[in-house]
Each structure stands twice: as structure tokens, then as C-alpha cells.
């Protein structure tokens, strides 16, 4: 077919360079139209909020929202095993000593930690396990505040998070860094949310058994335990706090804030902060605090955090009236100053002071906060090399996830007849809006004509498409001379438009061959001009405002791609029985969607785009998935599902890639879509899906 060869041999130049009509500005931003999809969301919250005037009415949302948070983090794991816990070291300070320790958190899954343990008094101390934030040095930042609870009587564990410290889980061996930069728990969350689970499950589960390991020490109060975490370990101690009542007085700094304010401001940010549907499902901030009522709780917030104070100060104000009506209004604290994000330093009195008095029973003025010199590494590491992967055997938070994806995912099952086709077509038509977020066709706006050029052989129009989300896209629409209906094209890809009219590429010469060919810009446009991450991209901060409501890129798209195609079908040109559809990149895997969801087009044509999510688990690391995750997808299906399901139809796949971002070859395409290839040959449709390499 001379149309399939034509798109080969310019696909690598397919909707690439600079960006077709650049002037169109999206109306509203793609900030903005995330922020009004989640504003009905909270208003509905708010107004439940509203309604609770009772003890009983607050216990009841209380429980009902830890069992949604404990269903949105995927619960917690089970089975945990021996804590295998071990003291590898100590060395003595000033009042107090610094143990190096390590446990496990899993079966395998080695947490390294430092217990500031006080040497005056006598008796059990109280404990605090301390969460540190997103920095590299893991529990290294926790000698200010250690050093002084433990020469005020009150112990602090300090474990390494996942991904710092000495727990790096996707360790370059040949640097000894990490392939992610400061992004591991991100990097490590996408895998995770392809089986419906938060890395915040793993994460809380280390705090938990840190509490556990705390609870067999002759010398720890385990009747009395604190949290407190700053930043990223604002986060977690906001989790533990909240979903373990073994916390008796948690302390949450730098995180707490509404979403109103946050999405209005620098918006989601890590892996383990965004957890999908939060908002959607009618959580918000204050529920973190509320559902610790009525046991202690500080808030410490910045009056210039990035984490808006004013989202900080009404969440106080709302758990505030929550405490009241458990007639605890004075275990809940909020102290506050000025000062950036993290800044904290001078709250640090009244921190100490709050644990003495939930902890310790001592009442008293704030006690002095002396300066305590940082520890020497070798005072604190707790491993021979440095890393737990190295210098222990067990597994990573990647093979613990392999695992727990290989229990929960759903046999598949053979097509081999066309009973078997219909039946799983069926199914993903139900499961691809269930999991993606993608919602029924409706008709959009016709797009918008900004100049119209006269071209050898077809008129070009360049077009504002107008996205069911709100955003207008760049376009251009090709419309050959010659009369009567035509076939037509649809051309999608994650990168922007080049000018159609350059010689050889792929919407001048389909238009030459008598094709109309629509050409556009896949959400969000503009583009993202966030700073690139080592192997997630730009995307994620606006990938993390999807998940929040409820929503991916990949529905977002396929909902553009139906939009557009069902556009196409009506012009008077087009023979809406001949649309093909062609994408690349990213913008493949939505395509692959939206065929599904739409049988109008008649054959798919993908270059450079993902081969599977299975390959996503298997990645180490991953590169450049973010904008194809689809939580919990692999719970439903795969791609290759999609690819089974267009059947008869054909489609064409040049250069696609695998999760590390690595050519995938004909052979081992083939290798990897058996399934494909055996349902094709079961129903006689041998050849319908072709893998080519460019330039063969």
C-alpha cells in the first residue's frame, strides 16, 4: 500500500520542530481546567464538612475516610515477616548516644535507621520516628532535632526513606547514584500505580515497622509515640499520623495546606503525595488531621512556603472546629512563622516542648534548642558500602512490586475465536473509560480557521482545535483538490506540529495522494515548561493534577482522538468509512485507546510508541512513561489486549520502544505480543499488525 509506505518513510519527521501556529494560547490553561475539574469535587466536600455538628457525625467521617485513604493507597502490606532488626553500631554524645540499625520492613526489603537514645534518667523513654523529607542524606538530616529530644529524655528513630540515604533503589552500579536524581520515590511510584497501588503504602509500612521495632525495646515507652516530618516527611508523618493509632502525638511540617490553594499555586508534587482519585473520591488535606482526632496533633507551617499558608490556615481552622467536638481543642496545635519552605528552625522550641507534653507528661517552659554538631558518616551508616543493595541481599521496592503485580493481575485469557474477540471488545470498552477516566463521546466546537493557503495539489488550513478539556490545540487541516469523498486521515503526536507545507513530510505528501488529513497537537497546549527530571521528563507535576480527579493524559487524548475523528467523519470531503489514524510517541498509546473506543477508524499507524505496561514493571529504570500511565490499568489489561481487540483491523508500528526507552526489534515484538499473534492466526488475520524499523 503506497499510502503505509509514504508514512513510513517520513515518520520520523511526523508533527516534529517547531510548533505550528504558536500564537493560540490556551483558554484556560491546563492548570487552570485541572483546578476546575477538582473545584466541584471540593465544594462537595466542603459541604459534607459543613454538615458534621456532632461527635458521633465526626467518628463516622473520621473512619469512613482512613478506610478510603487505606483503599487508595492499595491497604497496607501484609505478611511483614520478622523484623530481622540488628545494631550494627553506636557511638556516644554528649547526653545521649547515636545506634546504627537495621530492620526489615518486608521480607528482604532492609530499612537502615539511627536511634538518638538518652543516657540520663532512668526508666522507658518516649520515642519519636522522624520522616525525613525529599533530600539525598535520608535520616542524616535528623541530628538537630534527635540530638535535642534525646537530651531532653525522649528517644527519635531516624530510618532511611525509600530512595535516600542508604536505601537508593534505582542505583546506577556504574556511578553509585541514582538513575532518578531526587525523584526515586517518584520514579518508583509509576510501576506501583499500574497495579492500583501509592508507593505511599511502602513508605508508611517502613514508619510502621520502625514503630514495631521500637515496640521490642526494653528501653522505649512504646505507650508513647510521636511523629514528625518536614516537607516529604511532612507528608509521611501526615500517612502514619493518621492511619496508625499507635501515634499518640504526630507533627506535621511544610506540608499541610488545601488543594484549592496548592492547585492554584505550584500544585502536586512527588509520588507519594499524589495519590489518584484523592481528590476525586472527596479527600482533601484536613482530612489527614481528622481522621487523628482526638489524639495530639502540631502543625507547623511558613508564612512563605510554597505550600500556600493561606490553604495551611484554613485547614487549621477546620480541624479546629473538628477537635471541638470531641472537646479536644487543646490537642490540636498550630505553630507558625516566617520563613520558606522548610524553614522551621525557629518553631523548633515549641516542637520539642509538644512532645514533652503528649509524650513525657512534663509541663514547662520551651526548653533551650542547642546546636549539635553533625555526625561523622561513619557515625551514622549503618551498611558496609553505603547501600542496602549493595552490601546486603534482599530485594528492591521494583521486585516487591514485580510480585505483588503477578498475584493481582488477571490471567489472560487466549482469543481464539470470534465469540472470544467480541467478548473482550466489550470488556475494554467498559474497563478503558473505568481505568483512563475517558468519558462518552460528544460532539466539540468545529475548529477554528486562522489562514488558509493554496498548495500544489490541496488547500492548507491552519486550525485552532478546540479540546473537549478547554485547551485550544494547534492544527492543520490538508483537503485535497480533486472532488468527491475522500479518504481521510487523523495524525496525532507528542510533539508540535512542523509546517505542513515542508517538502516530504507526511501530511504534504498523504494530501498529494488524495488523502484529507487532519493534523494536531495532543493536551496540555502550551507544552509544559517544567525543568526536564532525569528520566520522567516534564510532565509529571501536570500528569500528577490528572490523577487527582480522576483522570490520565491517555483518557484525556483518546477523548480528543474520538472528538477529532468524529469531526472528520462529517465534512463533506471525507469518506468517514476510509479514516486512519496515525500517532507517535506517546500520543500511540492513547490512539490505541480511542481505536478501540471507536470503530470509525479503520486502521492505526504508531511510531516510537510504547510497546506494553508489563514492560513498565520489568523496567529498571523506566524512561519517558509518565505521560502513558494509567493507574490500575494492568488490573484490566495491557496493550496488548488493544492490539487483540482492533482485530480485523490493521495496524502498522514503526520503532516501537519498551519502558527504558530501548528500540524494540521485530523479533522481540513479536516475542512480547505472542498473544496478538496467536489470536490473529486463530482467526485467520495473519499479518493484520506489522512491526517495521525505519529504514527497513
Known sequence: MRGCAVWVAVCGVLLSGAAMGQEAKPVPAYEQVMTKAAESYLAKREAAIAKITTREQAEAWRDQTKALLLKLLGGLPENAGPLNAQVVGSTQKDGYRIERIIYDSLPGYHVTANLYLPTTGSGKYPAVIYHEGHGPGGKAGAFQLGGNLARNGIALLAYDPLGAGERLQARNPETGKSWAGPDEHSQAEIPIELVGDSVARYMVWDAMRGIDYLATRPDIDAANIGSYGCSGGGTLSAYLTALDTRVKAGAVACYLTTYDALLKSIGPQDGEQVIPDFIKDGLDFADLVEMTAPRAYAQISTTEDMFPFVGAKATNEEAERIYSLYGAGDSLKFFTGPGRHGQVQPEMPQLVQFFEHWLAGKDGPAPEIVKIDRPAPEEIQCTSTGQVTTALPGRTIYEINRERAKALMP?????????????????????????????????????????????????????????????????????????????????????????????????????????????????????????????MGTMLPWTSRAFLVGQTFVGMRSEDMVAATDWLAAQKDVDAKAIEAWADGPSGVALLHAAVMEPRIHSVKLARTLVSYQSVLEANPHRGVTETVVPGVLLQYDLDDLLIALAPRTVTVVNPVDAEGTAVSPERFAAMMRRVEAADKALKMGGRVRVLEAGR
Open 411 to 535: 490471567k489472560k485469557v487466549d482469543v481464539i475465536s470470534k465469540a472470544d474477540l467480541a467478548k473482550l471488545t466489550e470488556r475494554l470498552k467498559t474497563e478503558i473509560p473505568a481505568v483512563t477516566g475517558m468519558r462518552p463521546s460528544e460532539p466539540v466546537a468545529a475548529p477554528t480557521v486562522v489562514k488558509t493557503e493554496q498548495r500544489d495539489g490541496y488547500k492548507l488550513e491552519t486550525l485552532v482545535f478546540h479540546s473537549r478539556w478547554g485547551m485550544d490545540l494547534p492544527a492543520a487541516l490538508a483537503i485535497p483538490d480533486k472532488p468527491g469523498h475522500k479518504p481521510a486521515v487523523l495524525a496525532t503526536s507528542d510533539r508540535a506540529i512542523e509546517t505542513v507545507a515542508a517538502a516530504g513530510s507526511a501530511v504534504d505528501a498523504a494530501a498529494k495522494e488524495g488523502r484529507v488529513v487532519l493534523a494536531m497537537t495532543p493536551l496540555p497546549w502550551p507544552q509544559s515548561t517544567d525543568p526536564a527530571r532525569p528520566t
